[in-house]
Every structure is written in structure tokens, then in C-alpha cells.
């Protein structure tokens, strides 16, 4: 597959150090790295497969003391009278 792909600038500078050591080409070495990368980031889906997602518990803060849509309302509730 052909495609166009913008690399940032710290990670050239790692492709293009690693090719180098390497002596490969820059498709080899993005091949390579993706490869990685993508069993990297399939082992660590798997490791949390079986969490539990986080949850947060909700309760009821009772009936609301001023239209939340309205700022006003809400800077005098906080401020007082004498907020402006």
C-alpha cells in the first residue's frame, strides 16, 4: 500500500538514527516499527481485557438552588448581591 504519511520531526530524527545503525531503508524501518508498535499495543489490549471499566458513581445533589443555564444567576448565588 502507498500512502502519504507526515512524521514529526523527533521521530525522523529516530528513524533516520536507527535506519543507520541498522543500514536499512525507511520503508523497512517504519515497517518494522509499526509492527512493533501494533504487537505492543495488542498485548497491552489484551492484558486489560478482562478489567472491569472504571465507573463513577452517581448520587443526587437535590434540587438545583438557580438555573444553571443562567450566569447572572449563578455569579449573584456565589458572589452575592454585590458582584457587579
Given amino acids: 500500500m502507498r500512502t502519504t504519511l507526515t512524521i514529526d520531526e523527533d ?5 533516520a538514527r536507527r ?10 524501518e517504519v515497517n ?4 512493533v508498535g501494533l504487537a505492543h499495543a ?11 471499566p472504571f465507573r463513577t458513581r452517581t448520587f443526587s445533589t437535590g ?3 438557580f438555573p444553571v ?3 447572572e444567576a449563578a455569579i449573584q448565588h456565589a458572589e452575592g ?3 457587579k
Fill in 11 to 15: 521521530v525522523a530524527v529516530v528513524i
Fill in 19 to 28: 535506519r543507520k545503525e541498522r543500514e536499512t531503508g525507511l520503508k523497512e
Fill in 32 to 35: 518494522h516499527l509499526l509492527r
Fill in 42 to 52: 495488542d498485548a497491552q489490549e489484551a492484558e486489560h481485557a478482562d478489567r472491569e
Fill in 63 to 65: 434540587k438545583l438552588l
Fill in 69 to 71: 443555564d443562567d450566569v
Fill in 81 to 83: 448581591p454585590w458582584h
